[in-house]
């Protein structure tokens, strides 16, 4: 029985399973054709550095190796095109060039690609249409997270590290003290890959020369090789937190804001601040309100319920994905995250055709993200197209400020014919006035007026308090060992807390509990596997605030 198989069998273990397994028709005596065209595409995409390029690779190595056992017979059919060929040709070419071998030699299309194997039977060519299967990779990115770990990076030649923790008081530490192997990690890309394209729920961002970007399900993932970087290295980040708007405790003067009057949002704080939570909050908030809330975001990791479309650039481009949202007529829009000119002037263009903007952008300080509008929208606009600021720091709503538009003598200028527009930027909860934003000669100038703000307040508070030692109460821990998880409870005050739990004086991760008091790590898990041993060894569990 002989096979052709394109490229889509290769980019992941499909065809070698099928063997393996004996799932294949006349299993004693078969013949894999794989045409140089396929051979060709896969050498390209490993030499441009592309994971998805080495994993082709992976595939290719393991059905050299069958045939050497005898267990098939490999054959390399057809003439090879150029790199350049391959580089230039379209995807129906290339699958062309497939189809071409597949009745040269009278042989069976094998494929997972679901319009090849269509084009294929519709030529009258034999197809076997092979639908990957999730399955359960022996190493899983999930397993080097605690559950307080934000990300995990892994690079070879180094010991695997998390940043664990809560906003504002992250660690870096080791996972363990053995450094990664290159093959670790290509066998780890190789099962990220191979689960993004099988899960329909996950995704992959881009796909480029040295740089790969997934969306794993809630996990961001970012494989990056040489020339890109020295060695090749695996970063994944996750949202530690889903929380609703409640959890944040607004004020009721800012939630009536922000359902009737806010429509240019900006949400700021540095990066692991709790910037990206906010706004998933804040699109639930919206879409509960009976509105219509769509998000613009490149990768696309809000964490948002499935009513909310999430959609990314199109064709690289933010641009043509905004002129499709305004097709499609949303309420509000959520923005994540605003970094080029041309996110700044899309998110401008949005806002004065009327949708109600919601962005997310870097800034050490609440008015750092108004500044970075100036110079990329016209000054006098800028008030139009923010209407309120958001200050995330430490997780928390730290700051709010408000912006409006007068005609007045700028604080500390006396002459009447000084006159001029200028914006002031208020406390939104105080009223007070904090900033304003001119031009003085040809300069646009930002001019503090208001006092120490609640933030720098509260930092001194802070730093007081640590300077005095306070004694913290040992909260009793259940902890109990189920199925697939090891589950811990707490009593029901401290629902909804971030507690540090500790096994006898031996710190091992801070977490939010549930609303149930309860923390659920699964036992294949690193962390999964430690507590499990220290349950079985019946040594102490506790936590403290």
């Not at 014919?417 to 939104?428: G, T």
């Given at each position: 029985?002989?096979?052709?198989v394109?490229?889509s069998?290769?980019?992941?273990?499909?065809?070698?399973?099928?063997?393996?397994?004996?799932?294949?028709?006349?299993q004693?005596?078969?013949?894999?054709?794989?045409?140089?065209?396929?051979?060709?595409?896969?050498?390209?995409?490993?030499?441009?550095?592309?994971?998805?390029?080495?994993?082709?690779?992976?595939?290719?190595?393991?059905?050299?190796?069958?045939?050497?056992?005898?267990?098939?017979?490999?054959?390399?059919?057809?003439?090879r095109?150029?790199?350049?060929?391959?580089?230039?040709?379209?995807?129906?070419?290339?699958?062309?060039?497939?189809?071409?071998?597949?009745?040269?030699?009278?042989?069976?299309?094998?494929?997972?690609?679901?319009?090849?194997?269509v084009?294929?039977?519709?030529?009258?060519?034999?197809?076997?249409?092979?639908?990957?299967?999730?399955?359960?990779?022996?190493?899983k990115?999930?397993?080097?997270?605690?559950?307080?770990?934000?990300?995990?990076?892994?690079?070879?030649?180094?010991?695997?590290?998390?940043?664990?923790?809560?906003?504002?008081?992250?660690r870096?530490?080791?996972?363990?003290?053995?450094?990664?192997t290159?093959?670790?990690?290509?066998?780890?890309?190789s099962?990220?890959?191979?689960?993004?394209?099988?899960?329909?729920?996950?995704?992959?961002?881009?796909?480029?020369?040295?740089?790969?970007?997934?969306?794993?399900?809630?996990?961001?993932?970012?494989?990056?090789?040489?020339?890109?970087?020295?060695?090749?290295?695996?970063?994944a980040?996750?949202?530690?937190?889903?929380?609703?708007?409640?959890?944040?405790?607004?004020?009721?003067?800012?939630?009536?804001r922000?359902?009737?009057?806010?429509?240019?949002?900006?949400?700021?704080?540095?990066?692991?601040?709790?910037?990206?939570?906010?706004?998933?909050?804040?699109?639930?908030?919206?879409?509960k309100?009976?509105?219509?809330?769509?998000?613009?975001?490149?990768?696309?990791?809000?964490?948002?319920?499935?009513?909310i479309?999430?959609?990314?650039?199109?064709?690289?481009?933010?641009?043509?994905?905004a002129?499709?949202?305004?097709?499609?007529?949303?309420?509000?829009v959520?923005?994540?995250?605003?970094?080029?000119?041309?996110?700044?002037?899309?998110?401008?263009?949005?806002?004065?055709?009327?949708?109600?903007?919601?962005?997310?952008?870097?800034?050490?300080?609440?008015?750092?993200?108004?500044?970075?509008?100036?110079?990329?929208?016209?000054?006098?606009?800028?008030?139009?197209?923010?209407?309120?600021?958001?200050?995330?720091?430490?997780?928390?709503?730290?700051?709010?400020?408000?912006?409006?538009?007068?005609?007045?003598?700028?604080?500390?200028?006396?002459?009447s014919?000084?006159?001029?527009?200028?914006?002031?930027?208020?406390?939104?909860e105080?009223?007070?006035?904090?900033?304003?934003?001119?031009?003085y000669?040809?300069?646009?100038?930002?001019?503090?007026?208001?006092?120490?703000?609640?933030?720098?307040?509260?930092?001194?508070?802070?730093?007081?308090?640590n300077?005095?030692?306070?004694?913290?109460?040992?909260?009793?821990?259940?902890?109990?060992?189920?199925?697939?998880?090891?589950?811990?409870?707490?009593p029901?005050?401290?629902?909804?807390?971030?507690?540090?739990?500790?096994?006898?004086?031996?710190?091992?991760?801070?977490?939010?509990?549930?609303?149930?008091?309860?923390?659920?790590?699964?036992?294949?898990?690193?962390?999964?596997?430690?507590?499990?041993?220290?349950?079985?060894?019946?040594?102490?569990?506790?936590?403290?605030e």
């Open positions: 029985m002989k096979y052709v394109d490229t069998i290769l980019l992941g273990s499909t065809l070698s399973k099928e063997i393996e397994e004996g799932s294949l028709k006349d004693k005596d078969i013949e894999i054709i794989i045409p140089q065209t396929v051979l060709a595409e896969i050498e390209h995409q490993a030499n441009s550095s592309k994971t998805s390029g080495m994993v082709g690779l992976e595939e290719l190595r393991k059905i050299r190796r069958l045939h050497n056992q005898g267990r098939i017979v490999l054959t390399i059919t057809g003439e095109p150029s790199f350049q060929e391959i580089a230039q040709a379209s995807v129906g070419a290339l699958d062309e060039l497939v189809r071409k071998e597949a009745r040269k030699n009278g042989a069976i299309l094998m494929t997972s690609d679901y319009v090849q194997a084009i294929s039977e519709a030529e009258g060519i034999d197809v076997m249409f092979v639908q990957r299967e999730q399955r359960e990779p022996e190493l990115i999930q397993d080097f997270f605690a559950p307080d770990s934000l990300s995990v990076h892994l690079k070879d030649g180094v010991p695997p590290q998390t940043k664990r923790g809560k906003p504002g008081n992250w870096l530490e080791n996972i363990s003290d053995e450094p990664m290159l093959q670790q990690l290509q066998k780890l890309a099962s990220i890959i191979e689960s993004a394209e099988v899960d329909k729920d996950c995704f992959i961002e881009i796909d480029e020369e040295g740089a790969t970007v997934v969306q794993l399900h809630e996990y961001r993932i970012a494989i990056t090789t040489p020339p890109l970087s020295d060695r090749m290295e695996i970063t980040v996750r949202p530690l937190l889903s929380v609703s708007l409640d959890d944040y405790h607004l004020s009721e003067k800012l939630k009536e922000l359902k009737e009057k806010a429509e240019g949002i900006l949400v700021a704080g540095r990066p692991g601040a709790g910037k990206s939570t906010f706004a998933g909050a804040l699109a639930e908030f919206y879409q309100q009976n509105k219509i809330v769509k998000t613009l975001e490149k990768p696309r990791d809000l964490q948002v319920g499935p009513e479309t999430q959609y990314t650039a199109l064709r690289g481009d933010m641009e043509k994905t002129d499709i949202l305004l097709l499609v007529r949303p309420d509000y959520i923005y994540d995250e605003l970094r080029k000119t041309k996110d700044f002037q899309i998110f401008s263009d949005l806002r004065f055709a009327g949708v109600g903007l919601v962005g997310v952008v870097h800034a050490s300080r609440a008015i750092d993200a108004i500044e970075r509008f100036i110079g990329r929208v016209e000054l006098g606009l800028i008030s139009r197209v923010i209407d309120t600021v958001i200050f995330i720091e430490d997780g928390e709503v730290d700051q709010v400020l408000s912006l409006r538009l007068i005609v007045k003598v700028p604080s500390g200028m006396t002459e014919d000084l006159a001029r527009p200028v914006i002031e930027v208020l406390d939104f105080t009223g007070q006035l904090q900033y304003e934003i001119y031009t000669g040809e300069q646009t100038v930002v001019i503090q007026i208001g006092g120490e703000t609640r933030r720098t307040q509260r930092k001194k508070q802070k730093r007081r308090e300077l005095e030692p306070q004694s913290k109460t040992v909260i009793p821990v259940e902890a109990e060992l189920n199925r697939k998880h090891v589950v811990l409870t707490v029901p005050e401290y629902a909804k807390t971030y507690l540090q739990f500790y096994v006898d004086d031996e710190p091992l991760f801070t977490s939010k509990t549930s609303r149930d008091g309860q923390i659920r790590i699964r036992k294949s898990t690193l962390y999964g596997k430690k507590l499990t041993e220290h349950i079985k060894n019946r040594r102490n569990i506790y936590a403290k």
